[in-house]
């Protein structure tokens, strides 16, 4: 499956930069009876209906011009954006969150709480930096890296 992964990503990526997009993240996964190629894709302001449909006309076609076929089952191809609350999986991603409102899960607590939501206001190789909200106080926080189960963006309400 990772030379699946791979093969598609060098096939997608000059797609994309032609378009000035860039990818997200991209998985091959069987589901029940069914495999699904899915492509997230991303660019500065968000990625809209038809940049999905554009960027899956041009993979689809790049795909079946690949010899050997890189994919001999069938698969659904899926191209999407990553969401509003899209996961923080890679050092990029964390990147392009600075100055975001996000949402952390921690596998320990910290003062007492596993799940703090604020903004990003620092990030190194160790540690994140959040200021948020605690009660009507603002606060800031630097949690360490290794004890973040999960990092998404959050929409503040």
């Not at 997200?24 to 302001?45: A, M, P, Q, T």
Request: with cysteine; charged share 30%; hydrophobic share 35%.
């Amino acid at each position: 499956m990772s030379s699946v992964v791979e093969t598609v990503t060098d096939l997608v990526t000059p797609i994309l930069q032609d378009h000035d997009f860039y990818l997200y993240d991209l998985e091959f996964v069987k589901e029940g009876k069914s495999w699904y190629l899915r492509v997230y894709i991303n660019k500065d302001g968000g990625i809209t209906l038809e940049d999905c449909a554009l960027v899956s006309d041009e993979l689809s076609e790049a795909l079946d011009n690949v010899e050997p076929d890189p994919i001999p089952q069938a698969y659904f191809l899926e191209v999407s954006s990553p969401g509003a609350e899209r996961p923080l999986k890679k050092e990029e991603d964390y990147q392009r969150a600075i100055d975001h409102y996000i949402h952390i899960s921690l596998y320990q607590q910290i003062n007492g709480q596993k799940v703090y939501e604020g903004t990003l206001t620092q990030l190194s190789d160790k540690e994140i930096t959040l200021d948020y909200l605690d009660k009507t106080r603002h606060r800031q926080i630097t949690i360490d890296r290794q004890k973040i189960a999960q990092a998404r963006l959050a929409i503040k309400f």
